[in-house]
């Protein structure tokens, strides 16, 4: 699977042609699954309307409404209640998956409930990730970010790439995400630590990582 973890989104040209050079084909050729589920667990932006406005494509943050051929809803909440026979060969046929932000520790639990972290690394697709979307792919997220807390209480994630995200540097909105905060934050995580805005994301392919952006980022290492 190749990854391309983003803080907002497919904010500007660059993460776009990056986005199309991973799918290989243009996205009006592509079909999409949209997966909202990271928005529940978090007070701010689900459930409601913001997981409507993220399905439907109504946001500000490029995603869902990109002009895929088609876009369907996977909501893993539910997949642990139904056959896998009607969920599994969706996924195995689909180009992209577009995970929304939220709380990067409730979409870990989902991941995990629903199987779908069992069968990540053995999709074809390209894995679009926002925020909690990106977060939930490191191998755990820092205490500065845990808000929902699983069963277990640890900060862990999926771990499917080695290095952690401090999205949304500067951001209007969180004047709490300086770089200092982001330089605290970064000094209690195991490996490498990226902060970047939303004009920033990091392409994974077969292991390389590349860094795509058109705004600011820092890369603290261990």
């Given at each position: 699977?190749?990854?391309?973890?983003?803080?907002?989104?497919?904010?500007?040209?660059?993460?776009?042609?990056?986005?199309?050079?991973?799918?290989?084909?243009?996205?009006?050729?592509?079909?999409?699954?949209?997966?909202?589920?990271?928005?529940?667990?978090?007070?701010?932006?689900?459930?409601?309307?913001?997981?409507?406005e993220?399905?439907?494509?109504k946001?500000?943050?490029?995603?869902?409404?990109?002009?895929?051929?088609?876009?369907?809803?996977?909501?893993?909440?539910?997949?642990?209640?139904?056959?896998?026979?009607?969920?599994?060969?969706?996924?195995?046929?689909?180009?992209?998956?577009?995970?929304?932000?939220?709380?990067?520790?409730?979409?870990?639990?989902?991941?995990?409930?629903?199987?779908?972290?069992?069968?990540?690394?053995?999709?074809?697709?390209?894995?679009?990730?926002?925020?909690?979307?990106?977060?939930?792919?490191?191998?755990?997220?820092?205490?500065?970010?845990?808000?929902?807390?699983?069963?277990?209480?640890?900060?862990?994630?999926?771990?499917?790439?080695?290095?952690?995200?401090f999205?949304?540097?500067?951001?209007?909105?969180?004047?709490?995400?300086?770089?200092?905060?982001?330089?605290?934050?970064?000094?209690?995580?195991?490996?490498?630590?990226?902060?970047?805005?939303?004009?920033?994301?990091?392409?994974?392919?077969?292991?390389?990582?590349?860094v795509?952006?058109?705004?600011?980022?820092?890369?603290?290492?261990?």
């Amino acid at each position: 699977m190749k990854f391309l973890l983003t803080s907002g989104g497919i904010m500007n040209k660059s993460i776009h042609d990056a986005l199309v050079g991973m799918l290989g084909k243009p996205i009006a050729d592509c079909n999409a699954l949209c997966i909202p589920t990271a928005m529940y667990g978090h007070p701010w932006v689900g459930p409601g309307v913001k997981a409507w406005e993220f399905i439907s494509g109504k946001e500000e943050n490029p995603m869902v409404n990109l002009g895929w051929k088609s876009v369907g809803v996977l909501e893993l909440t539910a997949l642990p209640s139904i056959d896998e026979n009607r969920w599994k060969p969706l996924i195995q046929e689909t180009d992209v998956l577009l995970v929304s932000g939220g709380d990067a520790l409730y979409l870990c639990h989902w991941m995990r409930q629903s199987g779908m972290a069992d069968l990540l690394l053995s999709l074809n697709a390209v894995y679009v990730g926002m925020s909690a979307g990106s977060m939930v792919m490191a191998p755990n997220i820092g205490e500065y970010f845990v808000g929902w807390t699983p069963p277990d209480g640890s900060d862990v994630t999926l771990g499917l790439v080695d290095f952690s995200i401090f999205p949304h540097l500067d951001h209007e909105m969180l004047p709490g995400n300086t770089l200092a905060a982001a330089q605290r934050w970064a000094s209690g995580m195991r490996g490498p630590a990226y902060a970047m805005d939303d004009q920033t994301a990091i392409k994974v392919i077969d292991g390389v990582v590349e860094v795509v952006s058109e705004g600011h980022w820092k890369l603290f290492k261990p």
